[in-house]
């Protein structure tokens, strides 16, 4: 079994200031992890070239009806476009897709139940357990809705600084590529602790520092 956190910001998301680098050295005890920036994969793509073997290129994707997260994303889905073209563009490159934190309601991404209704059958996964989910009670939504309409769950810290990295993660069987990620998601097991709340204010720094340095 390896283990993999399915939601990692870097530096390049807006709101967080963990470079690349130091992402990969929070993350020496997971053996594979995805990096999705929102709405870019400028940070996966540095971070990859430093770790090719754990890094996974991915990207949170700010869609009109809320945030779809994606694994194994080789080029950037623009925000903004419906799920279902979003989902499109990301199925053409063989993307894993999972909707991120869907009953986190305090959050700008989360789903309303009717567009979420909608992209059930388009998408491999629900992300069950956030580390970083907001409202209690929102990531045992998330895994109702999962069991409820047979889709697997997969689970990530959500972390936007190193303190983050790897409190939520799953165990998994080896495997190679979305398609193999497909074929075992089913038997993941899901690990780890919410994060306290403070994280937030830490995400909050992070975009203020960066409009000052702008």
Known sequence: MISIDF???????????????RLLASARTLSRI???DHNTIMGARDAHQLDPARVISGEEIMTACGELLAAYVTEAVPPGLSPQETIRLLRVQGAFISVAHPFDTPRKGHWELADLLEIVPLVDAIEVFNARCMKPGANRLAADFACEHHL??????????GFEVGRARMMLPEFEGPEGLREVIGQ???????SPSWVHLASRYASLVKKVRK
């Open 152 to 161: 697997p769950g997969i689970a990530g810290s959500d972390a936007h600084t």
């Open 7 to 21: 939601h990692t910001h870097t530096s390049f998301s807006g709101d967080s200031l963990l470079s690349p680098k």
């Open 34 to 36: 995805v990096i999705c």
């Open 188 to 194: 993941g097991r899901v690990e780890g602790r919410s």
